[in-house]
Structure formats: C-alpha cells, structure tokens
C-alpha cells in the first residue's frame, strides 16, 4: 500500500516553463477570473472551449496532468452519488417541463435537469483541473507569498495578512508529512492484525481508532515542535519583516492576462454566457 | 538453520510509481532467511531497507516476476491469507512506541490477539508472555498508564504488541533508533533473548554494526535497492573496501585496527569483537617492542 501516491493536493512539479515563470499573483487572479467565468458559462460548447484552452495552458506549462488528477479519484464516488440525487430529487425545480425521461412515483426525471446537472458536474470537474495547474506549476513558497501579498490590499481593516499566509503554508506543507505519518501507523497496525479494509459501517468506524489516536498525539508534538523551532528563530508575524524575493509583475504576466481575456472575451462574443441553467 | 522461511526473489519495487516522483527503491533483490537465525540486514539511508521488510509482511506485494514466499505462503498469489502472514511474521517498525494507542500496557499490547479474536482468558495469557518476553514484569506493568513509561519501557512495550500475535519471525526496523545507551542495551537483549530462549526468527535491520555484530548469525548488505553481499559479520564487516564503497562507516575496532595497518603493525582485520582486537593490538605491540629491545639489545651488544 502506498497512499501518498494519489495524494497530489499542494505538490508541486519544477518545470522552466512560461507558466512556471509567471508572478503568482497574477497566477491566482487569472484563475479566479476564469473560475468566476466558469458558473456564467450556459453551453456544453462553452465549457469544451475552456476544457481546450486548459488542455492549451498544460501543455505550455509541461506539467503531467494525469498526475494531477489522480486526486480526482477518490471524489468520483461522491460525484456519482450526488448526480443521481439530485437527479432524483430535483423533479419539482423542473415541473413544468414536459420532456420526463424517466417517472416513477416522486421521482421525475426531465432532459432539462439531466443537461443541467451535467453541467454542473463538468463545471466542477474544470474547477479541479484549474486548480489543480495552478498547484502543480506554481510552488508553496510563491503561492503563499502571492496570497500574503494580495492580502496586504486589507491590512488597514487589520486583517493579519502574514499571519494567516504563515498558516496557510503550515497547513499545505504539512499534508504530505501527515500522509506519510497516517500510512506509517495503517501499516503497523496491520502489522499488528489490525483489519482495516472490511466490515460494515461502524466496525470500520471502530477500526479508525487506532490509527487516528497515534496520529493526533503525533501531530500534537509535531505541532509543539514546530513552535519551538519558529520561537527559536524569533518569528513574531510579519511586522518588519523584508523579503529576499521581491514579487514582481512582468511582460510575461500581462501577456497571459491579455490572452485569458480575448479568450473570455471570444466565449461572451459566442454567447456563451448568462441564459437560463437548462 | 536448515530451511528458507522467507524466500525473497527478483524484488523490484518502485515508490510513486506513474508520477513525476518516482523512484526505485530496490533492483532485483534476492534474499533467504533461514529458519531459527538471525539474520542482520544493514545498508546506509536510502539503501532499501525499509522497503524490503515490508514486503516480508505482505504490507507490499511484489509485483511479478518478484515473488517472496514466507513459510509456504506465496504473498502475490491470489487469495493468499494476508491474516495468517502477518501472524507469522511479526514486523516492528522504526520508533514503534508512536503506534501505542490505549490507556494501558496490558489494554494495547491486547489489540493484536483482539483482532485475531481470541477467547478473553487466551488473551490475556498472551499479554502476560509477551510483556514476560520483552522484560516487563506483567503484574508491575498489566494496569500502567502508556504515559508512564520510559523511551525504552514504550518501546519494549510496542514490541510486546507484536509478538502477542505469535509470530515465527520477528522483524525489527533500527531497534534501537534514539534510545539511551541502557535503553539499548535492554532491547538488543530482549532481541537475543526472543532468539535463544524463545526459537524465533530475527531479522534485525540496524544502522549500527556493532549491534548487528554482537547479535546476529548472518548479514547482509544492501547497496542503492541491490543486495551487496550476504555473509558473516566477521568477514562482512571486516571488508573495508566493501563498506566504503556501499557508504557504510567501520565498526571501531576495524577502525583502528585499520589504521595501525595502515601504519605498517601487522594485525588481522578479522579480529573485529573488542576483546578480539585488543588481543591483536596487544600481540603487535608486544611483537614491536620485542623488536626494538632485539634491536637495541643488538645494538648494545656491539658496542
């Protein structure tokens, strides 16, 4: 067993390429944009326009993106499962539609409500790639600094800006030391005879305690060090803090702004924005 | 020492593997471990360690044409009992006292046989041997807090825990990993113990070629995923060239024993047991000295 291997959540793949260069600032707004686009889009051409132009941005970025969506796989099921729900379920929000493909007692189901949370599915399936390139092409240390930057903008309310993008790397940067850990205790345990893979709800329910007790106390010590070590250091928040790498907006960045934009643009001239959800 | 009870074949393994990440970790590894020996296995960080003696568990499965057979049970078969195998194959990781996980010494140490849903007095029974066999006197230690023990009683007490389950074979991880001197002296004669005593069969995974020296029969080496050479720790250990070029130190008296050859004392690097070497280095010097009072004997005589 090896579970770190379809853990991809905040790796990161070094590649020299244009996307990799790019500010991360400029990164993350980009992404947003096209995220906010996305809920606008109305068409299944739509969204395989933009399901192309990520395809295009992958393949300038040089990042293998069926690593990337190896993460993807354990949220399948969930995905499954809320489909056919709300397809269940939903039969009232399109009553007044006359094309039922499929009734039987309260359930009613409509080719306004199947196109409809089609959409919804291959909207959240565009989300995750997007994310997902942002991650692997775009290391911690930039990202964070990005967010710490960006939250500046908010540092006159008071909001902790450094603070809360110190614990934003803490959380990110720990996700692979705590899955290599939960792997560490699965495995002794098995070792042990713990069975972790059968029985029904609740035994597996039970088989979790031994696993997630050892894991907690760790995490807590880890936790414990970890503040000695940035005391040690004498870290007290951002207040008069420099930065050795200074963020800096080039050429490159207003490029790819530009290119996001024609390409939204393009998308609003085809009409493939606002209408109705079905 | 007659049979194979761990036959390890053409072992290849490949951590993340079909990710940007991934790397081998061993190259066509082929190991036995005797039934009834110790058999040391030791190699620098990196070497495959590790990686191996999950395999001797089933915790990994080798993927053809790797096999590994333990004790007839061939672990990539289909159907194979992975129950059965990690009773007979008990595996102590490294700092197994992190695995501890109830209240009590006598309630954790319970989880292995619990899982294998033996009756309660059985149970019981088999704590109070295994907290026997690891040196913890079960009536001090049954009801006593996890919290309350020292680094060495927790780990003892970790291993406890493995070898409720009443394994054949006990694999242990660098044992002695961050504990004090008396520390490690209790596990490695627990260790010594469980052999002699109790009949089982050791695996003993260690940094430390002294502790791999004083404990066990056989060891072999591993070199980046690759098994270097299999054979006794005298000879082994005594190769200089072998462990410079794999990336392993010398055990102490090598050490010395090397540089005073180096400095033209005639003495035999195979003497490597501390009282072995100090034998030597008492011979040589004896014979040196003797030399110098021949020669200034000689010298005088002319005179």
Known sequence: ?278 | MTAAIIRVENLEHTYMEGTPFSTKALHGVNLEVMEGEILGIVGPAQSGKSTLIQYFNGLFIPKPPGRVVVDGIDTSAKGADMKALRQKVGLVFQYPEQQLFRETVGLDVAFGPECLKLPKDEIAERVRTALRQVGLDPDVFYNRYVFALSGGQKRRAAIAGVLALGPKVMVFDDPTAGLDPRGRQEILDTIASLHARHNLTVVFVSNSLEDVFRLVDRVAVLDRGRVAVVGRPREVFSDVLLLSRVGLGLMQTVEVLEELRRRGWDVDLTAISVEDAAAQIARAYAARSGDRVGKGAGTHGTL
């Open chain 1, 1 to 278: 067993m090896e579970l770190s291997r379809d853990i991809t959540l905040g790796q990161y793949v070094p590649r020299q390429s244009p996307v990799h260069r790019m500010d991360a600032r400029m990164k993350i707004t980009l992404w947003i944009v096209l995220m906010v686009a996305l809920f606008f889009i109305r068409t299944f051409l739509g969204y395989l326009l933009v399901a192309l132009f990520l395809a295009w941005v992958i393949r300038t970025a040089q990042i293998p993106v069926g690593y990337g969506l190896r993460g993807l796989k354990p949220a399948i099921p969930f995905m499954v499962v809320l489909f056919i729900i709300q397809l269940m379920f939903s039969g009232s929000l399109f009553a007044s539609s006359p094309h039922v493909v499929f009734h039987w007692g309260f359930i009613r189901v409509t080719t306004e409500a199947l196109r409809s949370y089609t959409l919804v599915i291959i909207r959240v399936l565009l989300l995750f790639l997007s994310v997902t390139i942002l991650t692997l092409a775009t290391s911690l240390v930039s990202l964070t600094d990005a967010v710490e930057n960006m939250m500046g903008v908010f540092r006159p309310l008071g909001v902790p800006a450094n603070e809360l993008a110190m614990v934003m790397v803490i959380a990110l940067r720990f996700v692979p030391t705590l899955v290599e850990e939960l792997e560490r205790i699965m495995k002794a345990q098995m070792a042990r005879g713990a069975d972790i893979e059968t029985g029904n709800f609740i035994q597996k329910t039970r088989q979790r305690v031994p696993i997630l007790i050892p894991l907690l106390l760790n995490s807590f010590s880890r936790a414990e060090d970890l503040i000695v070590a940035m005391e040690a250091r004498c870290y007290r928040g951002g207040k008069g803090r420099t930065k050795r790498k200074q963020l800096r907006l080039t050429r490159l960045d207003w490029q790819a702004a530009g290119v996001v934009a024609a390409f939204l643009v393009l998308l609003a001239l085809q009409g493939h924005f606002f209408g109705p959800p079905w």
